[in-house]
Nanobody, 128 residues
Framework: QVQLVESGGGLVQAGGSLRLSCAASGRASSSSAMGWFRQTPGKEREFVAAIRWSGGSTIYADSVKGRFTISRDNAPITVYLQMNSLKLEDTAVYYC?????????????????????WGQGTQVTVSS
């Protein structure tokens, strides 16, 4: 079992910044990667970013590349999502997730079905 707890969401004006955190406990050390997804009402969960534990390589969705940065701490296991230059369309509930599987194919991490544990989500609202 892995427990994930997100924090750091809130209300921010367009152009501003937020940093999300995802604290992992339980058997998180057996995971191969952690990812961030986001979801708005009526839409499917959308991939945002992921980081592999081995080597620390990062993967981003095109919509956030250059604005968001994913990073990690190993002890305790925590993954961060630094979000800069926020846009109205970044408004969503943000979820972190872990996957036990390593894949050299970056697009593996784009799929929500690749992840087996999820946090409860944190709301990010960007206002004009």
């Amino acid at each position: 079992q892995v427990q994930l707890v997100e924090s750091g969401g809130g209300l921010v004006q367009a152009g501003g910044s937020l940093r999300l955190s995802c604290a992992a406990s339980g058997r998180a050390s057996s995971s191969s990667a952690m990812g961030w997804f986001r979801q708005t009402p009526g839409k499917e969960r959308e991939f945002v970013a992921a980081i592999r534990w081995s080597g620390g390589s990062t993967i981003y969705a095109d919509s956030v590349k250059g604005r968001f940065t994913i990073s990690r701490d190993n002890a305790p296991i925590t993954v961060y999502l630094q979000m800069n230059s926020l846009k109205l369309e970044d408004t969503a509930v943000y979820y972190c997730a872990v996957t036990p599987t390593y894949s050299s194919n970056s697009y593996y991490y784009f799929r929500a079905t690749s992840y087996n544990y999820w946090g409860q989500g944190t709301q990010v609202t960007v206002s004009s």
